[in-house]
């Protein structure tokens, strides 16, 4: 059925205000430009925000810039009955170590829960679940994301390459590839894009591995331009989609690329030029910038408030952003404010229909290609980027990647 819109790889695999990295003081500034900090009393309630900041990863910044301009924006409308929110930015620097120090902190600090941007969920979510701490709106990047109950996702990397097969087959394209990034994860997430192909009676026609270190992508773009190919799925990091779409450009290709829309800024746009115009984007709300939709608006508005650059905004940022309002809803009705209460009442509300995030009913996971996982949503958004702008396509209607309907 297709979802109309009314009123949030990291990469496809698995993203201005202070931020506050853990080993640093915590934050106090969630309700920095709110000015209302003074009317707010009681003790404050803690979030976190997991992300790489620094170390070998990509960064960004956006995500928990956006944590920070919502929970600015609860406070300023009194906050959480009366008490504060205070955000603390966790720097994992891409070190499961660092992640599992960061998820230790928010278990010492009784935190009420954790959206994160990482790699080391392994590492960080036992932690939390033995403190009863949530983790909500990450895109799952590790099997204990996948399966701890205390895990609760609005979307889905496997569902966002799925996604791409949906995008192939809705424009029309007969001869899909994948390219891959050569490792373990990557070549196994291949196999979602077939997914999204197979309503459309497609299949995966070429599946192109890149290292992840590859500096020269002759090879690869000559494997991937050749023959009939029509549309590429990326799964690859946003380091590696950049350089390939750079290279597809300059070798003429004349293929549609599909990407997770999670974590593209405008800034990694604006460093692709022209080599981004037709890039199709793949994700679980409809586009950040889309300001005909009042909660997307909503998002622009107090991120422009917070000071946050629009050149780090993203549908991963939107998602963050979404997730403080609705779990500060949550909480305004919660008889005892901890992780654990917030946990049950998710479990338990049945379908969430917040925009701009997509329905979900944390109690019914759905299968994907096997049971078990919590996947809560197949819907996907798509965007075409045309002269660095997203443009939505399809009436900006959201669709089953499991259908395509």
């Given at each position: 059925?297709?979802?109309?819109?009314?009123?949030?790889?990291?990469?496809?695999?698995?993203?201005?205000?202070?931020?506050?990295?853990?080993?640093?003081?915590?934050?106090?500034?969630?309700?920095?430009?709110?000015?209302?900090?003074?009317?707010?009393?009681?003790?404050?309630?803690?979030?976190?925000?997991?992300?790489?900041?620094?170390?070998?990863?990509?960064?960004?910044?956006?995500?928990?810039?956006?944590?920070?301009?919502?929970?600015?924006?609860?406070?300023?409308?009194?906050?959480?009955?009366?008490?504060?929110?205070?955000?603390?930015?966790?720097?994992?620097?891409?070190?499961?170590?660092?992640?599992?120090?960061?998820?230790?902190?928010?278990?010492q600090g009784k935190y009420l829960f954790v959206t994160a941007n990482s790699s080391t969920g392994d590492r960080y979510m036992p932690i939390l679940e033995k403190a009863k701490i949530p983790s909500i709106g990450e895109v799952p990047s590790s099997a204990s994301e996948l399966k701890s109950p205390y895990s609760f996702p609005f979307g889905s990397g496997a569902v966002n390459i799925a996604g791409g097969g949906t995008a192939c087959g809705k424009l029309g394209k007969k001869d899909p590839a994948v390219a891959v990034?050569?490792?373990?994860?990557?070549?196994?997430?291949?196999?979602?894009?077939?997914?999204?192909?197979?309503?459309?009676?497609?299949?995966?026609?070429?599946?192109?591995?890149?290292?992840?270190?590859?500096?020269?992508?002759?090879?690869?773009?000559?494997?991937?331009?050749?023959?009939?190919?029509?549309?590429?799925?990326?799964?690859?990091?946003?380091?590696?989609?950049?350089?390939?779409?750079?290279?597809?450009?300059?070798?003429?290709?004349?293929?549609?690329?599909?990407?997770?829309?999670?974590?593209?800024?405008?800034?990694?746009?604006?460093?692709?030029?022209?080599?981004?115009?037709?890039?199709?984007?793949?994700?679980?709300?409809?586009?950040?910038?889309?300001?005909?939709?009042?909660?997307?608006?909503?998002?622009?508005?107090?991120?422009?408030?917070?000071?946050?650059?629009?050149?780090?905004?993203?549908?991963?940022?939107?998602?963050?952003?979404?997730?403080?309002?609705?779990?500060?809803?949550?909480?305004?009705?919660?008889?005892?404010?901890?992780?654990?209460?917030?946990?049950?009442?998710?479990?338990?509300?049945?379908?969430?229909?917040?925009?701009?995030?997509?329905?979900?009913?944390?109690?019914?996971?759905?299968?994907?290609?096997?049971?078990?996982?919590?996947?809560?949503?197949?819907?996907?958004?798509?965007?075409?980027?045309?002269?660095?702008?997203?443009?939505?396509?399809?009436?900006?209607?959201?669709?089953?990647?499991?259908?395509?309907?």
């Open positions: 059925m297709k979802v109309p819109t009314k009123a949030p790889l990291a990469v496809a695999l698995v993203g201005a205000l202070a931020l506050v990295a853990c080993g640093s003081s915590t934050s106090d500034s969630a309700g920095s430009g709110a000015g209302s900090a003074t009317t707010l009393s009681g003790e404050p309630i803690k979030i976190m925000s997991i992300q790489a900041m620094s170390g070998p990863s990509d960064t960004y910044p956006g995500l928990p810039a956006a944590v920070q301009a919502a929970a600015a924006a609860v406070n300023k409308a009194g906050g959480i009955k009366g008490r504060p929110l205070e955000v603390t930015v966790c720097d994992d620097q891409f070190d499961p170590n660092k992640g599992a120090d960061c998820a230790t902190k928010a278990a990034v050569d490792i373990a994860a990557g070549r196994n997430s291949a196999s979602f894009f077939g997914i999204g192909l197979k309503p459309f009676n497609l299949s995966i026609n070429k599946t192109v591995p890149i290292a992840p270190t590859a500096s020269d992508l002759t090879t690869a773009t000559a494997t991937l331009t050749s023959g009939t190919t029509d549309c590429i799925d990326l799964v690859v990091g946003t380091t590696q989609a950049t350089k390939l779409l750079l290279a597809l450009s300059q070798a003429g290709s004349k293929a549609t690329p599909a990407y997770g829309a999670t974590v593209i800024e405008d800034k990694m746009l604006k460093t692709l030029g022209d080599a981004a115009n037709g890039l199709v984007l793949v994700g679980s709300t409809p586009p950040a910038g889309d300001t005909s939709i009042p909660a997307i608006k909503q998002f622009n508005a107090e991120l422009d408030a917070a000071g946050v650059s629009a050149d780090i905004r993203s549908e991963g940022a939107l998602t963050a952003w979404a997730t403080v309002h609705l779990v500060a809803q949550y909480a305004q009705k919660l008889p005892t404010i901890d992780g654990e209460s917030l946990a049950n009442a998710l479990s338990t509300a049945g379908e969430i229909n917040f925009s701009p995030l997509p329905k979900v009913d944390f109690s019914k996971s759905i299968k994907v290609l096997f049971e078990g996982n919590r996947i809560f949503t197949t819907a996907v958004y798509f965007s075409e980027i045309k002269n660095g702008t997203r443009t939505p396509l399809f009436d900006n209607t959201a669709f089953d990647v499991l259908t395509s309907s």
